[in-house]
């Protein structure tokens, strides 16, 4: 958060499991949507939240699953934990917080008496949540009568079920909804309260999010029962929460624009976009349409036009260099000439490409530093680069390439030098 001197411009709040993620998109083509009208138009500005579920050990799972981005901050285990930025720095203030009329082990000790609970696995089971697994049709009831054994025990929790099966017990002080209190209430006091905020969610876990005052709030499509009966009970008149007819991230794009609160048209929805020019072109923009169209050559879903191959050659210096990740240099044109012999060479195949953190620094007048991690995600094997990108814009031709330079990220599974292009 460190990196916006002013408040953002909006801030999305969402789930993961079935909102920003659609487990039923096996392309993960709603993500990817979203993926690329983030980071065209909001990383710059705006600051992304995963508010989820899961622990720590499991969000790690999904980030390995699926082409998330990397957020600015992340809250997790139902909101018992904040951490923030690439590193995950826990913020020891909500553990503070939460720490307050809460002993993990009276909670163990009273729900042992239930036989209709089922312990979720330990790396569920978190300093200030303990998670278990109940019958829908017994749930209610075990709620009841363990909220007042708690409370005898003199322990301020609450208790949250959701997902038709997930019953998480916390401090009172948790949940989504506090946590997200809290950090408005930290962003406030830095003077970057957010000019928007858009919860995003699909079940019982959820409902808080949607609790916040002045915060927008979007139900994707395929949000459960449990969220949509809270709804018609506690916010039905509440204009600033929808329902959206599309499902997981196509549902949080469709909030944007029914709420006004910035462009929604993803570049993954323009057909030709080498073909569009606009008015104020950023090297953010270049970045994230340039590698899009490379998906797409790859996967022969352009034509096979020397147009094309003319138009990016056009973008680049004549004296541009491209840095390999295996250390090798070559002109950025020899790099452009060699895409015309792999078109559509993954054609009908699982291949998707998406940039992630593309920030970008004029460092003099006119010549731009875009710096970002760049995926490749071909079957099963997902590879990546740390990528800089020097730019300088041209009177009249827009934006120059110079020089592109990579090198492998950490997290990246296969290292075949011989098979990555740029």
Known sequence: MERLTSPPRLMIVSDLDHTMVDHHDPENLSLLRF???????????SLLVFSTG???????ELRKEKPLLTPDVTIMSVGTEITYGNSMVPDHGWVETLNNKWDFSVVK????NFSELT?????????HKVSFYVDKSKAQDVTKELSQRLEKRGLDAKIIYSGGMDLDILPQGAGK????????????SEGKLPVNTLACGDSGNDAELFSIPDVYGVMVSNAQEELLKWHAENAKDNKKVIHAKERCAGGIIQAVGEFKLGPNVSPRDVSDFLECKAEDVSPGDEVVKFFLFYERWRRGEVENSEAYI??????CHPGGVFVHPSGGEK???DTIDELRKYHGDKQGKKFRVWVDQVLATETT???WIVKFDKWEQSGDERRGCTTTVKFTAKEGEGLVWERVEQSWSEESKLKDDNSWII
């Open 35 to 45: 993926n690329s009208l983030w980071e065209h138009a909001y990383r710059h500005d």
């Open 310 to 315: 003319a138009s990016l050659k056009a973008s």
């Open 119 to 127: 312990l979720q696995a330990e790396t569920e089971q978190r300093p």
């Open 365 to 367: 007048h006119g010549t």
């Open 109 to 112: 000790e009273e729900t042992s």
């Open 331 to 333: 002109p950025l044109v």
């Open 177 to 188: 909804g506090q946590a997200l209190a809290y950090l408005l209430k930290k962003l406030k």
């Open 54 to 60: 899961r622990s720590p050990t499991l969000y790690k």
